[in-house]
């Protein structure tokens, strides 16, 4: 299943050259940086980071990933995504323990 661990209320409105950013800091010194230069004018309004978790809930592997689209034309697997917040107590903590990382 995926689950969503940030949704945000944000709605941004991209345009070519625009980028998308995804950046690991190790103890605050190093980095490790993705871009992608965005080539298509945009209007986003559904951004979350999810990750994907056995039914039990717990996660495999240590990994994030992230959905930039329109809400109104989410593809299936993003429509049947569940909040973290709305799992199950058992399965919300054995997420929680698995993924390996502090939720805000």
Do not use: W
């Amino acid at each position: 299943m995926i689950v969503i661990t940030n949704l945000s209320e944000r709605v941004y409105h991209t345009l070519p050259g625009d980028v998308f950013c995804l950046k690991v800091t190790s103890n605050g010194t190093e980095e490790s940086v993705i871009e992608e230069t965005i080539t298509q004018t945009r209007t986003l309004d559904f951004i979350c980071s999810f990750r994907f978790a056995a039914d039990d809930g717990t996660v495999q592997g240590f990994h994030l990933s992230g959905f930039f689209g329109d809400k109104n034309n989410l593809p299936d697997e993003m429509k049947n995504a569940v909040m973290m917040d709305d799992l199950p107590p058992d399965k919300k903590k054995r997420f929680t323990e698995s993924a390996g990382i502090k939720f805000k």
